[in-house]
């Protein structure tokens, strides 16, 4: 079976740095991805990791580590727009996504 | 590129009644797939589709549901009769072929309510 955790909220302030934490329980690993969603809107695609390592794009960075089964999204530079759910998916053997519930993210000025 | 389409936006129904969701992925992409999003349950998949074919339909609730991919731009996902827990908010998305292999489009999806 599949089974993703994550924080369900997170508060943080504008132009600081917060890091959401994710672990998987996965039969069969084949990827690690962060989503971004706004209220009301489809999911963005924002980091895939498959390897041990981080991912720097921007102001995000993305974290994995196989043998623990464990990731974490870095926002850094805060921004009022990055108020968000952040979402964590897990591939596995197939190609379909098994997603965590998200993280809310609240960014206070 | 229109990005993924999907029809109708909005679906309010009753009990019993069939519903038809339709999708039009992004041109020349070569996966598809289904999911729905709940409060309670997050996002969950229901089915995918590889050139068309289904391959992994084991997200799917019950018999009630069911998904069909007549062509590369066309695919719909069905509920008959439809329950008052069926509401949600019904994803799309679509995926390419080499050098966009990881990454799903989701469309902008169609909440559903049954009364």
């Known amino acids: 079976g599949q089974n993703i955790d994550q924080p369900t909220e997170m508060t943080a302030t504008e132009g600081a740095i917060v890091q959401i934490n994710c672990t998987y329980q996965?039969?069969?690993?084949?990827?690690l991805f962060w989503y971004q969603q706004h209220a009301g809107e489809a999911p963005t695609f924002l980091s895939y990791?498959?390897?041990?390592g981080l991912e720097e794009k921007g102001r995000f960075s993305s974290f994995l580590s196989r043998s623990k089964g464990y990731s974490y999204l870095l926002l850094k530079e805060l921004q009022m727009k990055d108020s968000a759910s952040y979402l964590c998916?897990?591939?596995?053997?197939?190609?379909?996504?098994?997603f965590g519930k998200g993280t809310h993210l609240i960014i206070q000025p | 590129d229109a990005g993924v389409i999907q029809s109708p936006r909005h679906e309010v129904t009753e009990m019993g009644q069939e519903v038809t969701l339709r999708c039009k992925p992004i041109?020349?992409?070569?996966?598809l797939f289904w999911y729905r999003q709940t409060m309670m349950r997050g996002l969950e998949l229901l089915i995918y589709?590889?050139?068309?074919?289904?391959?992994?339909d084991s997200g799917m609730p019950e018999d009630r549901f069911s998904a069909k991919m007549p062509n590369a731009s066309f695919s719909t996902l069905k509920i008959q009769p439809s329950e008052p827990r069926d509401s949600a908010v019904y994803f799309c998305?679509?995926?390419?072929?080499?050098?966009?292999?990881?990454?799903?489009?989701f469309g902008p999806g169609t909440r559903l309510t049954v009364l």
């Open positions: 589709f590889n050139n068309n074919v289904p391959i992994d």
């Open positions: 041109s020349g992409h070569n996966s």
């Open positions: 990791n498959v390897l041990d």
């Open positions: 998916a897990a591939r596995g053997g197939a190609d379909g996504l098994t």
């Open positions: 998305a679509s995926r390419g072929g080499a050098g966009d292999y990881n990454e799903q489009f």
């Open positions: 996965t039969s069969g690993f084949n990827g």
